[in-house]
């Protein structure tokens, strides 16, 4: 799980181009942006790390569905509503990150009528399993 959020933390500060200079010239170090203890991470021996983008048009959802693993998104650009079973629909600006919970049945919205939404999401998981099972 620790490669899990330090490859997750490297990737979006690459992604993101949040970064600060330490004290030493030419010497970079990551931003913390979102940090979560997570349940339901694979635990077989050989695991797949994915890094998804999405472009969400103004009005665009998501399918219902569920993550097998937990997802962390991050939001490039517009404001991404996801809203999880259970819990009260939550709205994620630019800049910030989210955690998607393992077989919880969600959706996300792009509720604006002008702006794109765009994503990344970090993805850690058994060998071959799909990123998403769809609901009907």
Do not use: C, W
Request: overall charge neutral; aromatic content about 8%; glycine content about 6%.
């Amino acid at each position: 799980m620790r490669l899990y959020v330090g490859v997750a933390l490297v990737l979006i500060s690459l992604v993101a181009g949040s970064s600060s200079v330490a004290q030493d010239a030419g010497v970079t170090e990551p931003t913390k942006l979102f940090e979560k203890r997570v349940a339901g991470m694979p635990k077989t021996e050989l695991q797949e790390i994915r890094v998804l983008t999405a472009t969400l048009k103004p009005g665009d959802k998501t399918a219902l569905h569920t993550h097998k693993f937990p997802v962390t998104v991050y939001v490039l650009e517009g404001a991404f509503t996801v809203e999880m079973e259970g819990r009260r629909p939550k709205t994620v600006s630019a800049g910030y990150a989210f955690m998607e919970r393992p077989n919880v049945p969600m959706t996300g919205y792009n509720r604006s009528a002008t702006d794109p939404v765009r994503l990344v999401m970090f993805y850690v998981s058994e060998p071959d399993t799909p990123f998403m099972d769809p609901l009907q």
